[in-house]
């Protein structure tokens, strides 16, 4: 008898280990001549021990309090910028010029009044606490004004009503505020020690509740006595700074003063002096600059004038008498300058910026050259092999002959088959009632009512144009909701002809598409990056790493702008703020930006696509006409035709090049001149290649039903339409899929094979696309419009 011997496949149990940790011998062994694997890396990191580590940590968070403390320390002081402080009322009972009464102690400092225009501002100068404020102010109504500040200023000061806070124009203001980007903000209250004491506390305890809404755990400061204002400067002044991204890359400037000098051959243009104070980076006299709401300009040179603000003025003794002193004023400062004046820099035409935005495009580029005898034989032969077509005819039949013999194949069953069905007799049953015809007659009552003057005067402010607009944009709304994409096939022209731009698609996401197919004219007068994110990591490193020469941050220097129209400097003496903005390399050209943004809840009027809105993009303010997509992470986006309140959409302009970060602001102007805020976001990428298709759905009935088959109507019209678009998929709305087989009879009736049984209340439809592009109407350009207030007390006055 034979002993059983294990197989292969004997269960192997573990080999019990002998002590806790393994000795370096039996590692070896195990390993059998193996080597760890080699990490490669192209720093070599050293491990640190543990006091090492916690000594690092302890470095980097001195260095980081270091910068802090620097930067506040460099603002307002004697050689920083003046700490810019712009002051929002956001309530009508907000008494302004008392705020500025209570800020301008002559013992906290030196006061100097500056009035351009409507808008007025005053320099504070404070030896004693080593700072010097620049404090200008907007109305909440003045919305662009408001945000233009609001993109330079160092810290925003809101006023508040004691017992409301803010009313409905300081709220949308804020909502403005808040999706461009705040920077440091401090918050007063006026008006409470004109209270009863009894209520000062309950009012104070009711605001905190209604602040916490919109700005949670920030603490409310007073401002109705001396006392309070000092506490509140102290507060600005050792406040942390906060920063917004698309201005901290960028030099800017905040324009104290500005003069016009007329060409010789033009007194429309001519070169305009800025004076102000170098913030953000150091400006470059070869850069370009950017004037908003104005466009882009080139500068010749920067001067480097006496500072008419200085923290410690000059002293002057007098001769007759060394025991009196005098300060040098501000007017003798401004007489002076001319004396003091220094050229800092001057452009030079070899590196300087050029102002070229669009490319010219050369009509013979795309041309083709004449072909070859080679690529003619060849396509030649290609035509020959295509043409030849198989049919079959009777024996001794020449070519000549079989030319004009009919393939009538396939076409003599469809034909039978439909005349058949229609031999079938279909009666529609129309009920009628006899006596529609007669009304009958009803008694009525007559009363005399009073005419209302409120309403014939409010109906005098309606335009019923405006009106009629409205409700058809509501009702396009309203049908694109209840069936997306769907349109109806034109009677009157060819649906092969009207359709010719549009193609089918096996699949919406993973069929294949060319970005440079049929681009269309524009895309040839735009710059395009071969790699856009590596581009913006360059310069932003180049801006962290590269030192460059020019005007320092918070020097005083005078910009000569050339070639600027006379508009803007009229533009300036009506009292509306000149901010510039450097640009980075590239910004001045023109290209396709595209911006995720979502709808603000507060308004619910109907967008349509490619309607000209109003653009706060970053530091740009501009006009164009946008168009709306869906925010995927697909090659393909689907266009959509408005601008729908649940999710978030990609807006696509033509518009200059701008780095991101950067705010997104989208207005439209009503038709009484105010600017209304309908979506905010931010800047995604400035991408051409970004493919926007546009999907048109055809619907179509069954009209006969058989097991799998069904013959479809009322898609097309004619025969010739229906054997065009047979290669395109079919679908229902209840999920099946199918094809289309033949085409029946002339008027466009078509069998049509599906997955399975159609519903007779089912639609058929077939989805066709094309790709669509935005419209060129870039503007940068953009008048002030209508204060909300003003236009809000009119139509109050008129109601009345």
Same mark, same amino acid.
């Given at each position: 008898m034979a002993a059983h011997r294990s197989g292969p496949l004997k269960q192997q149990n573990k080999a019990h280990k002998g002590g806790r940790h393994r000795g370096r011998g039996s590692a070896q062994r195990d390993g059998k001549g193996r080597l760890a694997l080699k990490i490669l890396s192209k720093k070599v990191r050293k491990e640190l021990s543990r006091v090492d580590q916690r000594h690092r940590a302890s470095q980097l968070r001195k260095q980081k309090k270091e910068a802090v403390l620097a930067e506040k320390r460099q603002l307002g002081s004697k050689d920083g910028p003046p700490h810019q402080i712009l002051v929002v009322p956001l309530h009508d009972r907000i008494s302004l010029p008392e705020a500025f009464r209570l800020l301008q102690d002559k013992d906290t400092g030196t006061v100097h009044f500056s009035e351009w225009g409507s808008t007025h501002s005053f320099m504070l100068l404070c030896p004693r606490l080593k700072h010097r404020w620049f404090f200008t102010s907007a109305r909440p109504g003045e919305l662009h004004t408001v945000l233009d500040m609001a993109k330079v200023a160092d810290t925003i000061l809101f006023l508040l009503d004691p017992l409301e806070g803010w009313d409905s124009t300081g709220d949308y203001c804020l909502s403005c505020l808040f999706a461009q980007g705040l920077p440091t903000y401090t918050l007063a209250v006026q008006g409470v020690s004109g209270l009863p004491p009894r209520k000062q506390i309950d009012a104070r305890k009711k605001l905190s509740k209604t602040v916490e809404k919109r700005f949670p755990d920030d603490k409310l400061l007073l401002l109705d006595t001396q006392k309070e204002a000092e506490m509140l400067l102290r507060q600005l002044a050792n406040q942390k700074q906060r920063h917004l991204a698309f201005r901290d890359r960028r030099a800017y400037l905040f324009a104290h003063t500005a003069d016009f000098a007329p060409s010789e051959?033009?007194?429309?243009?001519?070169?305009?002096?800025? #004076?102000?104070?170098?913030?953000? $980076?150091?400006?470059?006299?070869?850069?370009?600059? =950017?004037?908003?709401? $104005?466009?882009?300009?080139?500068?010749?040179?920067?001067?480097?004038?006496?500072?008419?603000? /200085?923290?410690? /003025? @000059?002293?002057? +003794? #007098?001769?007759?008498? /060394?025991?009196?002193?005098?300060?040098?004023?501000?007017?003798?400062?401004?007489?002076?300058?001319?004396?003091?004046?220094?050229?800092?820099?001057?452009?030079?035409?070899?590196?300087?910026?050029?102002?070229?935005?669009?490319?010219?495009?050369?009509?013979?580029?795309?041309?083709?050259?004449?072909?070859?005898?080679?690529? &003619?034989?060849?396509?030649?032969?290609?035509?020959? !092999?295509?043409?030849?077509?198989?049919?079959?005819?009777?024996?001794?039949?020449?070519? *000549?002959?079989?030319?004009?013999?009919?393939d009538e194949d396939g076409e003599s069953d469809g034909e039978d088959e439909y005349d058949d069905m229609e031999h079938e007799d279909f009666i529609e049953e129309e009920s009628q009632d006899e006596g529609s015809g007669k009304e009958e007659e009803e008694e009525y009552e007559t009363m005399t009512m009073g005419e209302s003057v409120r309403d014939d005067l409010y109906d005098d402010n309606v335009d019923d144009e405006a009106e009629e607009k409205m409700l058809e944009k509501y009702k396009q709304e309203r049908l694109q909701e209840m069936f997306p994409d769907e349109v109806d096939t034109p009677r009157d022209v060819a649906a092969r002809i009207r359709f010719q731009k549009y193609r089918g698609l096996k699949s919406f996401r993973t069929s294949p598409w060319d970005p440079k197919e049929n681009l269309p004219q524009d895309y040839a007068r735009i710059f395009q990056f071969q790699n856009f994110t590596n581009t913006r990591k360059r310069l932003f490193k180049e801006i962290e790493e590269k030192e460059v020469e020019g005007a320092e941050v918070g020097w005083y220097v005078t910009l000569h702008v050339s070639e600027v129209p006379s508009s803007v400097y009229e533009y300036f003496k009506r009292g509306a703020p000149l901010i510039a903005f450097s640009l980075l390399p590239h910004e001045q050209k023109m290209s396709v930006l595209n911006m995720v943004v979502s709808r603000y809840s507060g308004n619910t009027e109907p967008v349509k696509a490619k309607e000209e809105l109003i653009f706060h993009c970053g530091f740009r303010r501009f006009r164009a006409s946008p168009l709306f997509s869906q925010h995927t992470a697909a090659d393909k986006h689907k266009f959509q035709r408005f601008l729908t309140a649940d999710v978030a959409l990609v807006v696509t302009i033509y518009g200059p090049v701008t780095f991101p970060p950067a705010s997104v602001l989208l207005f439209k102007q009503n038709s009484n001149g105010m600017h209304s805020l309908i979506a905010t976001g931010y800047l995604l990428s400035v991408d051409p290649d970004r493919m926007v298709i546009k999907r048109v759905?055809?619907?179509?009935?069954?009209? +006969?039903?058989?097991?799998?088959?069904?013959?479809?109507? *009322?898609?097309?019209?004619? @025969?010739?339409?229906? &054997?065009?678009?047979?290669?395109?998929?079919? @679908?229902?709305?209840?999920?099946?899929?199918?094809?289309?087989?033949? /085409?029946?009879?002339? =008027?466009? =009736?078509? +069998?049509?094979?599906?997955?399975?049984?159609? !519903?007779?209340?089912?639609?058929?439809?077939?989805?066709?696309?094309? @790709?669509?592009?935005?419209?060129?109407?870039?503007?940068? *350009?953009?008048?002030?419009?209508?204060?909300?207030?003003? +236009?809000?007390?009119?139509?109050?006055?008129?109601?009345e």
């Amino acid at each position: 008898m034979a002993a059983h011997r294990s197989g292969p496949l004997k269960q192997q149990n573990k080999a019990h280990k002998g002590g806790r940790h393994r000795g370096r011998g039996s590692a070896q062994r195990d390993g059998k001549g193996r080597l760890a694997l080699k990490i490669l890396s192209k720093k070599v990191r050293k491990e640190l021990s543990r006091v090492d580590q916690r000594h690092r940590a302890s470095q980097l968070r001195k260095q980081k309090k270091e910068a802090v403390l620097a930067e506040k320390r460099q603002l307002g002081s004697k050689d920083g910028p003046p700490h810019q402080i712009l002051v929002v009322p956001l309530h009508d009972r907000i008494s302004l010029p008392e705020a500025f009464r209570l800020l301008q102690d002559k013992d906290t400092g030196t006061v100097h009044f500056s009035e351009w225009g409507s808008t007025h501002s005053f320099m504070l100068l404070c030896p004693r606490l080593k700072h010097r404020w620049f404090f200008t102010s907007a109305r909440p109504g003045e919305l662009h004004t408001v945000l233009d500040m609001a993109k330079v200023a160092d810290t925003i000061l809101f006023l508040l009503d004691p017992l409301e806070g803010w009313d409905s124009t300081g709220d949308y203001c804020l909502s403005c505020l808040f999706a461009q980007g705040l920077p440091t903000y401090t918050l007063a209250v006026q008006g409470v020690s004109g209270l009863p004491p009894r209520k000062q506390i309950d009012a104070r305890k009711k605001l905190s509740k209604t602040v916490e809404k919109r700005f949670p755990d920030d603490k409310l400061l007073l401002l109705d006595t001396q006392k309070e204002a000092e506490m509140l400067l102290r507060q600005l002044a050792n406040q942390k700074q906060r920063h917004l991204a698309f201005r901290d890359r960028r030099a800017y400037l905040f324009a104290h003063t500005a003069d016009f000098a007329p060409s010789e051959e033009n007194n429309l243009v001519g070169t305009l002096k800025i #004076s102000g104070y170098v913030r953000g $980076q150091t400006l470059n006299v070869n850069s370009l600059l =950017h004037i908003i709401g $104005q466009g882009d300009f080139q500068m010749k040179q920067i001067d480097a004038p006496m500072d008419p603000f /200085p923290l410690n /003025p @000059r002293v002057i +003794k #007098s001769q007759k008498d /060394p025991g009196m002193a005098m300060e040098i004023c501000v007017t003798d400062a401004v007489a002076d300058m001319e004396e003091d004046l220094k050229v800092l820099m001057k452009a030079d035409p070899d590196k300087q910026e050029s102002l070229q935005t669009e490319v010219i495009p050369d009509p013979m580029e795309g041309e083709q050259t004449w072909p070859t005898e080679e690529e &003619l034989s060849e396509a030649n032969d290609f035509l020959k !092999k295509s043409s030849k077509v198989v049919k079959k005819v009777p024996k001794g039949t020449s070519s *000549y002959q079989a030319e004009w013999i009919l393939d009538e194949d396939g076409e003599s069953d469809g034909e039978d088959e439909y005349d058949d069905m229609e031999h079938e007799d279909f009666i529609e049953e129309e009920s009628q009632d006899e006596g529609s015809g007669k009304e009958e007659e009803e008694e009525y009552e007559t009363m005399t009512m009073g005419e209302s003057v409120r309403d014939d005067l409010y109906d005098d402010n309606v335009d019923d144009e405006a009106e009629e607009k409205m409700l058809e944009k509501y009702k396009q709304e309203r049908l694109q909701e209840m069936f997306p994409d769907e349109v109806d096939t034109p009677r009157d022209v060819a649906a092969r002809i009207r359709f010719q731009k549009y193609r089918g698609l096996k699949s919406f996401r993973t069929s294949p598409w060319d970005p440079k197919e049929n681009l269309p004219q524009d895309y040839a007068r735009i710059f395009q990056f071969q790699n856009f994110t590596n581009t913006r990591k360059r310069l932003f490193k180049e801006i962290e790493e590269k030192e460059v020469e020019g005007a320092e941050v918070g020097w005083y220097v005078t910009l000569h702008v050339s070639e600027v129209p006379s508009s803007v400097y009229e533009y300036f003496k009506r009292g509306a703020p000149l901010i510039a903005f450097s640009l980075l390399p590239h910004e001045q050209k023109m290209s396709v930006l595209n911006m995720v943004v979502s709808r603000y809840s507060g308004n619910t009027e109907p967008v349509k696509a490619k309607e000209e809105l109003i653009f706060h993009c970053g530091f740009r303010r501009f006009r164009a006409s946008p168009l709306f997509s869906q925010h995927t992470a697909a090659d393909k986006h689907k266009f959509q035709r408005f601008l729908t309140a649940d999710v978030a959409l990609v807006v696509t302009i033509y518009g200059p090049v701008t780095f991101p970060p950067a705010s997104v602001l989208l207005f439209k102007q009503n038709s009484n001149g105010m600017h209304s805020l309908i979506a905010t976001g931010y800047l995604l990428s400035v991408d051409p290649d970004r493919m926007v298709i546009k999907r048109v759905v055809l619907s179509g009935h069954p009209f +006969k039903i058989f097991t799998k088959m069904a013959v479809v109507r *009322y898609m097309f019209f004619n @025969r010739e339409d229906v &054997l065009w678009f047979k290669p395109v998929e079919l @679908r229902t709305k209840w999920g099946r899929r199918g094809h289309i087989k033949e /085409p029946l009879g002339t =008027h466009g =009736h078509m +069998k049509c094979s599906f997955d399975g049984k159609l !519903k007779s209340q089912d639609t058929v439809l077939m989805n066709l696309y094309k @790709r669509v592009f935005p419209k060129w109407t870039y503007d940068p *350009y953009v008048p002030e419009p209508v204060p909300w207030m003003k +236009k809000k007390s009119l139509w109050l006055h008129c109601a009345e």
